[in-house]
T-cell receptor
Framework: QKEVEQDPGPLSVPEGAIVSLNCTYS??????FMWYRQYSRKGPELLMY????GNKEDGRFTAQVDKSSKYISLFIRDSQPSDSATYLC??????????????FGRGTQLTVWP | DSGVTQTPKHLITATGQRVTLRCSPR?????VYWYQQSLDQGLQFLIQ???????AKGNILERFSAQQFPDLHSELNLSSLELGDSALYFC?????????????FGPGTRLTVL
């Protein structure tokens, strides 16, 4: 079993829809949670990060972390065709020699159609 | 553009061969990370170097090796290549190696082993 699980989709929604992306994890040492966006033939780029539990909002994007359930989510409101990409969740520990290591989900491929 | 450069963009080679992938980090970044992205495994951490020294090791095969040079560029060497080594290889860089810093990803090198 992978330490981070993510449904690969694909997910296809109409423009303006609310999108919900989710990951679960098994390692309770993870305390720093990230969402990366990867466009086709490009490297991942950091979209949002959250430290420990709670919510964080940035424009149309909201990240949620529920450490008790080992579950994180990314919500995209008013989705746009330009949001079409693969979304990867990632996690890390916050101390120790391996804190540089990111653990990724497999990514969810999202298509927003006009 | 993240500021991380990787060469070559594409590499096609045969089983049993050896290849070298090159990465130049963003100006000022001391840490370099290597990741492998395949369809079945997703994005997996291979190794981290910080200011020339190996800092963390992940799921890196013994046939693979890496190093970081005094000018901070890094090379990933893959030898005795197998069909299953075909993947996208990403390099990322960050300012530090002992704090939680954002990792900036390069555009990747697509390796095809025939």
């Amino acid at each position: 079993q992978k330490e981070v699980e993510q449904d690969p989709g694909p997910l296809s929604v109409p423009e303006g829809a609310i999108v919900s992306l989710n990951c679960t994890y098994s390692n309770s040492a993870f305390q720093y949670f990230m969402w990366y966006r990867q466009y086709s033939r490009k490297g991942p780029e950091l979209l949002m990060y959250t430290y420990s539990s709670g919510n964080k909002e940035d424009g149309r994007f909201t990240a949620q972390v529920d450490k008790s359930s080992k579950y994180i989510s990314l919500f995209i409101r008013d989705s746009q065709p330009s949001d079409s990409a693969t979304y990867l969740c990632a996690m890390r520990v916050v101390r120790g020699s391996t804190l540089g290591r990111l653990y990724f989900g497999r990514g969810t491929q999202l298509t927003v159609w006009p | 553009d993240s500021g991380v450069t990787q060469t070559p963009k594409h590499l096609i080679t045969a089983t049993g061969q050896r290849v070298t992938l090159r990465c130049s980090p963003r100006s000022g970044d001391l840490s370099v990370y290597w990741y492998q992205q395949s369809l079945d495994q997703g994005l997996q951490f291979l190794i981290q170097y910080y200011n020339g020294e190996e800092r963390a090791k992940g799921n890196i095969l013994e046939r693979f090796s890496a190093q970081q040079f005094p000018d901070l560029h890094s090379e990933l060497n893959l030898s005795s290549l197998e069909l299953g080594d075909s993947a996208l290889y990403f390099c990322a860089s960050s300012v530090g190696g002992t704090q939680i810093n954002e990792q900036f990803f390069g555009p990747g090198t697509r390796l095809t082993v025939l």
